[in-house]
């Protein structure tokens, strides 16, 4: 009983990747809606009433994507009016649309991968592949944050100084490009000492193993098996041609025969999934704590 | 059994005409906590170095380190690596990598070891330490003590039988420093683990090591137990002032029979040997000028909307040309004080005035330009330059005209230069924009007990030229030693004030050693000296 962000991350990377690829290749209208809608649901799960702002922001987002395609482009039979000499047509602004609920769509869930997927779950699939990867990442993602910090002492420590004599945009410029020399020398610096301590640890001395705290489960073999079948049948509905769709020059589409319903079914519930994981989660909680 | 045997050793770093060391010859036995000593440039950490073999610098070297019996050169790589372990100074630098479960794991992933051992290594290695409960955090997000408290974790993970940590607290305040020896003290202990260590802050450290070790230009003059070294060495003040305070006023005294090493030692000493018929030395009568250097009323500040008050109703007031030192645990506010006072970071209600004039008065940065200045923690900040002469001359700093000497140094790269030197070169830097205020964060952090006696000079003879000084410090020693008058911080604000002879017989925990010592016996006894001075006016008890 886990909630979907605590899964294998090599469970978590391949629904992702499933996901995003019937996502970003599929224009039909009904796949792009699935996305957005099942991508704002588990988003709205995930990080419950906080970030309401970004949901603004990609709302607007969404309003200008739609609205663009159809003033730049001048497709399509229906013509709504025109502007400044072009006509404005129906197909183009239902083509705007349908590729921003695509974009949007595939943002939001981008946004809950970016979520669920913290750095130690990229070191484990990285340190799969190759473990000296794996540690060159990890070193990388320590020294962000050092070296932002050192930036910000040396800059705090010049200015008490009195290194600046005025308020002067070209002295604080100046000023920021020899923090910023002087903090490539301590990153150097720091950079011995680090290799020091590696080497008095053993680096280099044989094949590195790379220790994970994640193992496979049942459940997590459960959810791949899962993903993966109703992957395949949204797949297959795609390339048997059973769901297309096309704006030009007339909106033209259909999702046909059972292959086609399938397909699609198959693709919404499994966006669904983890929001299913995490309802079960919820309730079996629930049911729980009222039995202690 | 000997674990390690170092014979005629003697090294040479390239392109230098004077050996590092010369002739050491040492054996450890299993199980012996070793302290090694000297001064800054002795030669301490390339003889270390020398003995993990991985980190031995290029040079020109003979004699041999065996380790188990063993020349090192011989060793196989894994049990190179993993057999001794190696702690360094600066806890930040060592860690590898950005989890802390993944730094304990890091040595066993480089010696391959499987998954189910490590994973046992590490969550027994945690459990020993208390590290369970922040096991899953980012490394940036630890304290200074905590992080040199998992290099060391990390170190020992992989089972050494020898342990080797060059000035491992250096870095650390007072309280994290003795936790760390105490846990090395449960190490030696409980696993019978061979420690060797270079250390500067002796205090605690003297009275748990079996052997005390002096090394003095690359030579070893001194080996043996603690008490025997002290009172062979109680002439050479130089490699004294860093010793237990007990041992340093056994050695003002002339006297015979063995050191005492602890407070507890050191009383029963005195109260045995030494009368208290007069029981306080005359007060040096302080009076501090009328005009205020800086003042703070009613000061609030915090980082963040949403954290807590970091300064919460601050009231202080320095009085210009004093020495004020600051006193107070970790994170009590006692940093953020100074960065409010200069005002890097504003506060939302209260009032600071310097030299009477309120902050927002001094428009477009005068507030630096001769009137206030900060030297920060960590000093390699104020650095920007290749060599020190740049660095001054880009200040436009003239070195005759300060307080002290550095041109020895001016030709070096300024994070080439020891501790001490860094702090004397920077506050060069700093003294350039002739202030008349000087705020230091903590400058004797890092030094050995020599630099520090120099720094209280320096501060002494900046304040005869009229510069008014505030230090934040952890180091009640220099405190005692230079303030004219002690504060101590505690919940955002200062709680206590007074001379030091006041403040510190007046606090029974955050004090002095010797006044831990006198407590009861003689009053107002603060440092060392004082004491030593006490017990000389008393006279020696009869018949003895």
Not at chain 2, 284 to 305: C, G, I, N, Q
Not at chain 2, 354 to 366: D, H, I
Not at chain 2, 369 to 381: G, H, I
């Amino acid at each position: 009983m886990r909630s979907f962000s605590e899964y294998d991350p090599v469970v978590i990377a391949v629904f992702f990747v499933t996901v995003l690829s019937v996502a970003m290749f599929c224009g039909h209208p009904i796949i792009a809606a699935i996305t957005l809608f099942t991508g704002v649901i588990y988003n709205i799960v995930l990080n419950g009433r906080q970030h309401m702002k970004s949901h603004l922001f990609f709302l607007i987002l969404f309003i200008v994507l739609a609205a663009a395609n159809p003033l730049v482009s001048h497709n399509g039979v229906t013509v709504l009016f025109v502007m400044n000499h072009n006509p404005v047509t129906l197909e183009a602004l239902l083509y705007g649309i349908n590729s921003a609920a695509m974009i949007v769509g595939v943002l939001y869930w981008f946004r809950n991968f970016t979520r669920i997927m913290t750095s130690d779950k990229l070191l484990h699939i990285f340190g799969r592949l190759s473990p000296k990867l794996s540690l060159v990442l990890s070193m990388a993602l320590r020294f962000v944050p050092l070296f932002k910090g050192q930036a910000e002492k040396v800059h705090d420590a010049q200015r008490a100084m009195g290194a600046y004599k005025d308020d002067n945009i070209v002295d604080d410029i100046r000023g920021n490009m020899r923090i910023f020399s002087i903090i490539v020398t301590w990153a150097l610096e720091n950079g011995i000492i680090t290799a020091d301590s590696m080497e008095a640890r053993g680096y280099g001395t044989g094949r590195r193993t790379s220790f994970t705290r994640y193992r496979l489960r049942g459940e997590d073999i459960v959810f791949l098996a899962a993903d993966l079948i109703l992957f395949g049948a949204a797949i297959a509905a795609i390339v048997t041609d059973s769901v297309e769709f096309t704006f030009y020059p007339v909106v033209r589409g259909s999702i046909s025969g059972i292959a086609g319903a399938a397909g699609t079914a198959a693709y919404g519930i499994m966006l669904l999934m983890p929001v299913i994981v995490e309802a079960e989660v919820r309730i079996r909680w629930k049911y729980l704590q009222s039995g202690i | 059994m000997e674990i390690l045997a170092v014979r005629d050793l003697s090294f040479k770093y390239p392109m230098c005409s004077a050996a590092a060391i010369e002739d050491v010859s040492f054996t450890l036995e299993k199980g012996e906590f070793a302290v090694l000593c000297g001064g800054t440039g002795s030669g301490k950490s390339t003889l270390l170095r020398m003995i993990k073999r991985e980190l031995t610098p290029l040079g020109e070297r003979c004699g041999t380190v065996s380790f188990m019996g063993r020349d090192t050169e011989t060793l196989d790589d894994r049990t190179a690596a993993s057999a001794i372990g190696f702690v360094m100074q600066k806890p930040e630098q060592q860690i590898v990598t950005d989890k802390v479960w993944h730094e304990l794991a890091f040595g066993l992933e480089n010696l391959g070891i499987s998954q189910e051992e490590t994973a046992r290594r590490t969550a027994e290695m945690a459990s020993y330490f208390g590290i369970g409960e922040w096991f899953d955090s980012d490394v940036s997000q630890l304290s200074g003590g905590q992080k040199q408290l998992l290099n060391l974790a990390s170190v020992l993970v992989m089972q050494p039988e020898l342990l080797i940590l060059d000035e491992p607290t250096a870095q650390l305040d007072p309280i994290a420093a003795s936790d760390f020896i105490a846990t090395l003290k449960r190490l030696n202990q409980d696993f019978s683990l061979t420690i060797l260590m270079v250390e500067h802050r002796l205090e605690d450290v003297v009275p748990v090591c079996d052997r005390l070790m002096v090394l003095e230009d690359g030579h070893l003059t001194h080996s043996g137990r603690p008490e025997e070294v002290i009172t062979s060495i109680r002439g050479r003040s130089e490699i004294m002032c860093g010793m237990p305070a007990a041992a340093r006023i056994y050695c003002a005294l002339e006297h015979s029979g063995a050191s005492p090493l602890t407070v507890r030692g050191g009383r029963r000493y005195i109260e045995e040997n030494y009368s208290n018929g007069q029981r306080s030395l005359p007060d040096a009568a302080y009076s501090h000028s009328s005009e205020p250097a800086l003042e703070m009323k009613d000061v609030y500040f915090r980082y963040t909307r949403e954290s807590e008050d970091v300064l919460s109703g601050l009231d202080l007031t320095v009085y210009s040309g004093e020495i004020f030192c600051l006193l107070g645990g970790n994170g009590s506010g006692k940093t953020t004080t100074l960065k409010a006072a200069s005002e890097l970071v504003r506060i939302y209600s209260g009032r600071i005035k310097v030299f009477g004039r309120k902050l927002k008065e001094y428009r477009n940065r005068t507030l630096y330009n001769e009137c206030l200045a900060m030297l920060p923690q960590d000093v390699q900040t104020v650095f920007l330059k290749n060599t020190v002469r740049e660095e001054l001359q880009d200040a436009g700093a003239d070195v005759n005209a300060l307080p002290y000497d550095i041109s020895h140094l001016l030709d070096k790269h300024p994070y080439d230069l020891s501790g001490g030197e860094q702090q004397l070169a920077a506050l060069a830097k700093v003294l350039a924009a002739k202030p008349k205020l000087l705020l230091l964060d903590e400058p004797t952090k890092g030094l050995d007990a020599y630099s520090r006696s120099r720094m209280t000079e320096v501060l002494r003879r900046l304040k005869a030229d009229g510069v008014t000084i505030v230090t934040v410090t952890h180091d009640v020693e220099f405190a005692a030693e230079c303030a004219d008058r002690c504060g101590l911080f505690f919940g955002g604000r200062v709680v206590s004030c007074g001379t030091p002879a006041e403040f510190f017989s007046g606090n029974s925990f955050y004090t002095t050693a010797a006044s831990r010592m006198t407590r009861g016996y003689y009053d107002r006894a603060v440092t060392a000296e004082q004491a030593a001075e006490l017990c000389r006016l008393n006279g020696r008890r009869c018949g003895e």
